[in-house]
């Protein structure tokens, strides 16, 4: 009876935040779903499929107006089943230009989801990456970077996958409440449907906006292409000078190994394969 | 020892001198000439540096006299004394820094990279930007580093890169995915020595992260992305940055924050200077903490999966292959990403997606291993961002024996089968061992 109960309450899954921001197509420059922020989405709905009775929430905090309106809703039509949790969004409604952390902060500790989900980096305005590690700061709970996917959850400890460089993985474990943060490795966000996204609602909590001030005095200007890198030639005398310009880089000359049996010329690139860390 | 160069005019005068009946022994005791042949090369009564061009050179084809003043060719008779090539940068030492620059390189495989070579070359700048009032940079490695070389070679990499202290924090919990026990460690860091600046390369799960972290812990605003620091007398601390923002669309210009996260190419890498690289320990002992983060390992991956492009291994095959099965297990084996050259991929042996080269892709391994390539110049192109080339060729002329830093000449399905039980053996025995 007693496990069966336990099992239970298991199955009844955990409360996830989603955060989702508004994006900015990289071309057009137009009002979009953030890249991240869906992926993280989609990560969210993979768990809810996974784990029945996942509760997921949609947060964001921004103004209110049309173009913002039509990005957000590319979020609430991802899912297209009845009771998928995504019917309404709450969005903490303040003016452009404010900081969005307090407002986040406060909302999250007052309703206090066990795992938070977000985007590593908007795609407009300062986009610097530190709100996730904000708001880690401010709720004191633990924080996952560059995840790629949620393994299992069981006992309020949450079994993760973290993307590292060059396509490899690492598993972690982290205790619950969380906020885990998504970026290129995390699975791709599915499409909007058009029908769903249109009868979803949206929650508006007004909230007692911060202006950002310290934004407001830094002055921002479209990107200028960085310039390239000049191969600089310090050279003592004019030969070297020539030489630098004229001949094709050689390497370092490394080690030539002739007139070895295969078992020595395995051996070097043995031990080179072993100093480089490279066999598993 | 005295920089100033003690003479003696009267035995400099006996050099000249072929006559006199001390010529030889002087020139033995002023050590110009070490071959035996004649002088060549002598200071002259008003300090000049005078030749003797016919003492030096040799007869070269056609029995003309040759004189290769490179330094690199020389005949039968040993050139003139040539000098060696001497070490120009200057050695700094700074003892009484007026501030510290904080930098907490990546350290990926156990070596300054790149990016945190630059990184350093920013806080360099940072650092000595007023020459009354030299800053120090002091940097804080967390975890093994390998260097060029042992022991003293080391230390010397580090200098080399610009940095006047290192505080090394090699214990076991700093590895792998710790940053709750590197935060820690950095704020004693922050605690101890209140450096003026933080620098962190904004790389991915390297710096960024903690850097990130590092930043919330100060109570800083931290400046992402940083590409350009110029000064500015009107910031509060003397600098300004230009710092990429909104996903690589907008220039954020600010003022420079005590924590910063630079891109890679924000400053050219120190190469004029040597610094001491000089050992620091922390007074105080840091506190552990208990983490909520448990790192369970790396997980294995098929290689095969991985991205030609950023696989980290990658074993690829050319036209010396003859045994195309041998060398997809030999791939297995080592859990390698297989790449191809050009000809391989023509020929229908491997996929087009495994081509490596300029109308391939361009890969980015920290081990390369080109079994039976001759080093194509595309092919050369392609891997030209790779750390350590391993080539297995017949042809010990061949280009990729060039640019190799290990080249074995040799039949490659030999090599690479003994390659394959040498690692299968060593595996077997570790297993036998556990």
């Known amino acids: 009876m007693q496990p069966d109960l336990h099992q239970k309450q298991q199955q009844q899954g955990i409360d996830v935040a989603v955060l989702v921001s508004i994006g900015r197509h990289p071309t057009t420059g137009r009002a979009r779903r953030a890249e991240q922020d869906a992926r993280g989405l989609e990560l969210a709905l993979a768990m809810e499929a996974e784990l029945p009775g996942t509760r997921i929430s949609m947060l964001h905090a921004g103004s209110q107006d049309d173009s913002s309106e039509a990005a957000l809703r590319g979020y609430l039509g991802m899912a297209t089943g009845v009771g998928m949790g ?12 404010s900081d969005a952390i307090p407002a986040l902060a406060k909302h999250l500790a007052a309703t206090s989801p066990q795992l938070v989900i977000t985007g590593a980096r908007a795609e407009r305005g300062e986009g610097s990456g530190l709100l996730p590690y904000a708001l880690a700061e401010h709720l004191g709970w633990p924080l996952v970077n560059s995840l790629a996917s949620v393994e299992k959850v069981e006992n309020g400890v949450v079994t993760l996958l973290q993307a590292l460089p060059r396509g490899q993985r690492r598993r972690l474990k982290v205790r619950l409440p969380a906020i885990i943060s998504v970026d290129e490795a995390a699975p791709a966000a599915r499409q909007s449907a058009f029908g769903p996204a249109r009868r979803a609602t949206f929650e508006i909590t007004p909230t007692s906006p911060e202006a950002d001030s310290e934004l407001a005095q830094w002055h921002l200007a479209p990107a200028r292409k960085r310039p390239k890198r000049l191969k600089i030639v310090k050279a003592a005398s004019a030969r070297d000078r020539f030489k630098a310009a004229a001949s094709k880089s050689e390497g370092k000359g490394g080690q030539v190994l002739t007139d070895v049996t295969p078992e020595q010329g395995a051996e070097a690139i043995y031990k080179l394969l072993k100093e480089e860390d490279v066999l598993r | 020892m005295s920089e100033i160069i003690r003479r ?6 006996i050099a000249r001198n072929r006559l006199h009946p001390d010529h030889a022994s002087v020139l033995a005791a002023l050590g110009v000439n070490r071959g035996g042949a004649a002088v060549s090369e002598w200071l002259g009564p008003h300090g000049v540096v005078r030749k003797n061009p016919h003492a030096i050179g040799f007869i070269g084809p056609n029995d003309v006299k040759r004189i290769d003043r ?9 050139a003139a004394t040539t000098p060696v090539a001497q070490d120009s940068r200057r050695t700094v030492t700074i003892d009484q820094p007026a501030f510290l620059v904080a930098v907490v390189p990546d350290l990926t495989g156990g070596r300054l990279s790149a990016h945190d070579k630059d990184l350093l070359g920013l806080a360099r700048r940072v650092a000595d930007a007023d020459a009354d009032q030299p800053g120090a940079v002091v940097a804080i490695l ?19 890169a610009g940095i006047d202290r290192v ?48 930043a919330l812990r100060l109570g800083e605003r931290a400046a992402t992305g940083v590409w350009q620091v110029e000064a500015d007398n009107e910031a509060s601390l003397g600098w300004r940055c230009t710092a990429r923002g909104g996903a690589g669309s907008l220039d954020i210009q600010r003022p420079l924050p ?20 000089e050992q620091l ?23 095969a999966g991985v991205a030609l492009a950023e696989a980290e291994f990658i074993l690829s095959g050319g036209n010396g292959v003859k045994e195309w099965g041998a060398f997809h297990h030999a791939a ?25 080269g300029a109308t391939g892709t361009w890969v980015t391994a920290r081990v390369y291993m080109a079994v039976g390539i001759s080093g194509a110049i595309q092919h050369l192109q392609g891997i030209q961002r790779c750390d350590k080339v391993v080539a297995i060729n017949l042809d010990p002329g061949c280009d990729i024996i060039k640019r190799a830093d290990l080249a074995v000449i040799g039949d490659s399905t030999q090599i690479l089968a003994a390659l394959v039980t040498m690692v299968e053996q060593q595996r077997g025995g570790q297993r036998d061992a556990a």
């Open chain 1, 86 to 97: 995504l019917e309404s969004m709450t969005l903490l409604e303040q003016p452009e230009g």
């Open chain 2, 8 to 13: 003696d005019p009267r035995r400099e005068w």
């Open chain 2, 70 to 78: 490179s330094g690199f060719q020389q005949g039968g008779q040993s």
């Open chain 2, 142 to 160: 967390f975890g093994e580093h390998k260097g060029e070389g042992d022991g003293e070679l080391k230390e010397q990499a580090l200098g080399d």
């Open chain 2, 167 to 214: 505080v090394h924090l090699n214990d076991e919990f700093y590895a792998g995915f710790a940053p709750e026990a590197r935060l820690a460690a950095l704020s004693a860091v922050e605690r101890e020595m209140m450096p003026r600046f933080w620098l962190l390369p904004d790389s991915p799960l390297g710096g960024a992260d903690l850097g990130r972290r590092l």
């Open chain 2, 258 to 277: 005590r924590v910063a996260l630079a891109l890679a190419e924000c400053a050219e890498p120190v190469d004029e200077t040597r610094h001491a690289a």
């Open chain 2, 281 to 303: 320990t922390l007074a105080a002992s840091i506190p552990t903490t208990l983490s909520r983060i448990e790192d369970l390992g790396q997980v294995a991956v098929d290689p």
């Open chain 2, 332 to 356: 297995k084996v080592l859990g390698a990403t297989e790449g191809a050259s050009r000809v391989a991929v023509d020929d229908g042996f491997m996929a087009r997606d495994r081509q490596v």
